[in-house]
């Protein structure tokens, strides 16, 4: 099992790989799923309210029999939350069968933005860390425009911006990446394995191919193009939200944080050949706003 970790800005830590419980666990039962993850070596689980299934990630929990320290658990505030924020966190935290949360998100600035509420959302979420309701409170989705409206009046910096990071959508997520760290914000990245996913045969083939074979080469064990975009997130201190309905690609994923290291050229070349292709599954917006601005 993976023990890398990544410091927050508030002391806490968050281990590297999350189990994610959306996208294809989406509305359905994430109990098999999240004690089979834990059983294989994860210990943070990402949830949410949207994704209507945080019983069944509780239950995955309590039936693999970790302790409740040994994990890590996030979950995430609806889009349009019903009622005060607090208490939709406190129906959540019966949901998963748990008294506290390790790091609880605003899930997207969408409504809040649309609705001039930003700074009242983020001042509720401070009052939810106070409380020792969430170990740690972040967002998700948020763009550096975002961050900018929430650091104006915060008491507590986010200690995590989730957000879709891959090599295709580097050309412009690398603006909000470079905020985050400058302000000791951890990027979280989902959607990392969209180069061979949801958009293969793009340009970044021959490289994911090429520092692939190198490292298996290097390791003596079979390294993959997936391992290859979450080894890149790894240098670049990101942590990574994945999923897998495969025992072994959830070992796979784990095995990362102890391959040898991509080389700077290999860094670049990702970077480069990424963004040669603009594919975003969801942070779609992002793009809009910059062609906007130029
Ligand atoms: N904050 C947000 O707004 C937001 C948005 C989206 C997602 N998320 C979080 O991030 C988590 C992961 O998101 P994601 O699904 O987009 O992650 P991803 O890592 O990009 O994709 C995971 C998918 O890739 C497939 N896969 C794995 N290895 C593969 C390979 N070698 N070749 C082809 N397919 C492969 C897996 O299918 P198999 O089952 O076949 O392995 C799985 O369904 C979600 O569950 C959720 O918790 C958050």
């Known amino acids: 099992m993976s023990s890398l970790t990544f410091s927050l800005n508030d002391g806490?830590?968050?281990?590297?790989?999350?189990?994610?419980?959306?996208?294809a666990l989406y509305s359905k039962d994430a109990a098999a799923a999240v004690k089979s993850a834990?059983?294989?070596g994860v210990t943070h689980l990402d949830g949410a309210q949207l994704y209507r299934n945080e019983e069944s990630l509780g239950d995955g929990v309590k039936q693999s029999g970790i302790a409740r320290e040994k994990v890590f658990i996030t979950t995430k505030l609806a889009e349009t939350p019903?009622?005060?924020?607090?208490s939709t966190l406190e129906?959540?935290?019966?949901?998963?069968?748990?008294?506290?949360?390790?790091l609880f998100l605003i899930h997207s600035p969408a409504v809040a933005m649309k609705e001039g509420k930003l700074k009242q959302w983020w001042k509720e979420m401070e009052q939810i860390k106070k409380e020792g309701l969430?170990?740690?409170?972040?967002?998700s989705n948020f763009t550096v425009e975002h961050l900018q409206i929430v650091l104006e009046d915060a008491?507590?910096?986010p200690a995590v911006n989730q957000i879709e990071l891959h090599p295709y959508v580097w050309d412009t997520a690398s603006q909000i990446y470079s905020f985050c760290r400058e302000k000791g914000i951890v990027v979280e990245s989902y959607g990392a394995?969209?180069?061979?996913f949801r958009a293969a045969g793009g340009p970044l083939d021959p490289v994911l191919v090429s520092a692939s074979e190198r490292l298996s080469k290097e390791s003596g064990i079979s390294v993959s193009s997936g391992q290859v975009l979450f080894k890149w997130l790894i240098q670049k201190g990101v942590v990574v939200v994945t999923t897998s309905s495969k025992v072994s690609r959830i070992k796979e994923a784990l095995s990362t944080a102890s391959l040898p290291d991509l080389t700077s050229d290999e860094i670049v070349a990702i970077e480069t050949e990424g963004s040669k292709l603009h594919?975003?599954?969801?942070?779609?917006?992002?793009k809009q706003v910059q062609e906007h601005k130029e």
């Open 91 to 102: 129906t959540s935290l019966k949901k998963l069968g748990v008294d506290y949360v390790d």
């Open 155 to 157: 008491t507590v910096v």
């Open 134 to 139: 969430a170990k740690s409170i972040g967002v």
């Open 38 to 40: 834990i059983e294989t």
């Open 279 to 286: 594919k975003s599954a969801l942070m779609y917006y992002v």
């Open 12 to 23: 806490n830590s968050i281990p590297w790989l999350g189990f994610g419980t959306g996208t």
């Open 82 to 86: 019903d009622g005060a924020i607090k």
């Open 193 to 196: 394995l969209t180069p061979i």
